[in-house]
T-cell receptor
Framework: AQSVTQPDIHITVSEGASLELRCNYS??????LFWYVQSPGQGLQLLLK????DTLVQGIKGFEAEFKRSQSSFNLRKPSVHWSDAAEYFC????WGSGTYKYIFGTGTRLKVLA | EAQVTQNPRYLITVTGKKLTVTCSQN?????MSWYRQDPGLGLRQIYY???????DKGDVPEGYKVSRKEKRNFPLILESPSPNQTSLYFC????????????FGSGTRLTVV
């Protein structure tokens, strides 16, 4: 069955430090991969997406993500975290299978940024 | 400004009293969807719509209804709300269901007592 796993429920980093949020998926077909950010009291905002081509994709707010097929991963990275990056981050996977399209969200990783 | 607008933002209601949460998008998107967000469960899809008059069940449709009479609007209807429908609800839209990612509304926090 299609699944998305975000292994880290909470992550705390210091402002200025680098960040990597993990996302692993399980799906037989070539997936569409997405990262969203949810600030407190807000809806989700699309950060970046991957469909094909270059496996390193750039997004908004200085984020990037790398697709690694061999590891079934799509980890989100940022070289230097800002206090305003404190939020919850969701990985999502979409894929066609058996004539239908499924789009599944991970359970999220909450990022705390220390000043 | 391109956006998805949900109303109300907050709603407290009693068990069994019918309610409607409205959702409207101004981007001429064909695909719209409703999700509920619960702690530890992430987002789960309730219903979606591929276009006007075309709707289908998501993963957790029980207790909900939707309609898509116009392209821009996709209301969520709870005919007889129960406490287990207390949740944070999001409407989302996209040009199609696969390629673009979704634009989300700001959410509706529903409490059923």
């Amino acid at each position: 069955a299609q699944s998305v796993t975000q292994p880290d429920i909470h992550i705390t980093v210091s402002e200025g430090a680098s960040l990597e949020l993990r996302c692993n998926y399980s799906y037989g077909a070539t997936p569409y991969l997405f990262w969203y950010v949810q600030s407190p009291g807000q809806g989700l905002q699309l950060l970046l997406k991957y469909f094909s081509g270059d496996t390193l994709v750039q997004g908004i707010k200085g984020f990037e993500a790398e697709f690694k097929r061999s590891q079934s991963s799509f980890n989100l990275r940022k070289p230097s975290v800002h206090w305003s990056d404190a939020a919850e981050y969701f990985c999502a996977v979409g894929a066609w299978g058996s004539g239908t399209y499924k789009y599944i969200f991970g359970t999220g990783t909450r990022l705390k940024v220390l000043a | 400004e391109a956006q998805v607008t949900q109303n109300p933002r907050y709603l407290i209601t009693v068990t069994g009293k019918k309610l409607t949460v409205t959702c409207s998008q101004n981007m001429n998107h064909e695909y719209m969807s409703w999700y509920r967000q619960d702690p530890g469960l992430g987002l789960r899809q309730i219903y979606y719509s591929m276009n006007v008059e075309v709707t289908d069940k998501g993963d957790v449709p029980e207790g909900y209804k939707v309609s898509r009479k116009e392209k821009r609007n996709f209301p969520l209807i709870l005919e007889s709300p129960s406490p287990n429908q207390t949740s944070l609800y999001f409407c989302a839209s996209s040009p199609d269901r696969a390629n673009y990612g979704y634009t989300f509304g700001s959410g509706t926090r529903l409490t059923v007592v």
